[in-house]
């Protein structure tokens, strides 16, 4: 199941990229051509991105499922713009967030307690999102959004869940910013900020990948 449900994620994914990426539109002169980002190397790359994502089915409880399965779908596609551009278009982030709404809504069938804390983990890491975006200036307000969102596929399985896939995340973000800083000695063209979407998103199947090693 778990192999057929990542092959799935994979080509969602990659269909998402294909077909929906060249028709977003972003009211900004400042915008990046997403047209040109779609390439047959880059849906194939982003395809390859999401089935790797995917693994982590073989080890996060199946009950998840409902929520990680379109949360993988769909991000991989959206923070693969971020990592090739900085943008995260607010198009492209409302399909993401739509896609979980069935799962829910299932969720709420027949677990209403994990979707308590899935609601309230989206609450908790966007707020501490939107405060740090206010306070620092250095987070764009598209990640306070895609904060919202990993709080609530890690929230379903508790805080600690949750603060796991808050801290990889962030954790991942570190290391990529002290790569970046470490290319800018040697390329000081580069621009001073990067994209923290991917790895913020990251989080949530890290930590997935994670929990097991923590609890047994």
């Not at 047959?40 to 693994?55: C, D, I, M």
């Not at 943008?87 to 969720?107: I, K, M, N, S, Y």
């Not at 805080?159 to 290391?175: R, T």
Request: avoid cysteine; aromatic fraction near 10%; glycine fraction near 10%.
């Amino acid at each position: 199941m778990a192999l057929a449900i990542s092959l799935t994620v994979a080509a969602v994914a990659g269909l998402t990229w294909w077909f929906a990426v060249p028709r977003v539109r972003i009211d900004d002169p400042e915008a990046p051509d997403l047209v040109a980002l779609v390439t047959p190397r880059s849906f194939v790359l982003v395809s390859l991105a999401a089935l790797a994502a995917a693994q982590v089915l073989w080890i996060a409880p199946a009950w998840t499922w409902v929520l990680l399965v379109p949360y993988l779908a769909f991000g991989t596609p959206l923070v693969a713009v971020d990592w090739a551009t900085t943008w995260l278009p607010r198009r492209l982030q409302q399909v993401a967030a739509t896609a979980l709404v069935p799962g829910a809504v299932f969720l709420g069938v027949t677990d209403p307690g994990a979707l308590v804390w899935a609601v309230v983990g989206a609450a908790v890491a966007f707020g501490f999102f939107l405060a740090a975006w206010r306070l620092s200036g250095q987070l764009g307000f598209g990640d306070v959004l895609l904060a919202g969102t990993v709080g609530l596929v890690a929230g379903q399985s508790g805080p600690q869940q949750l603060a796991l896939a808050l801290l990889l995340g962030s954790a991942l973000g570190v290391v990529v910013g002290v790569v970046h800083r470490l290319r800018r000695v040697r390329h000081p063209e580069l621009p001073s900020y990067f994209a923290y979407g991917p790895t913020l998103w990251l989080g949530v199947p890290a930590a997935y990948a994670v929990a097991p090693l923590l609890s047994g």
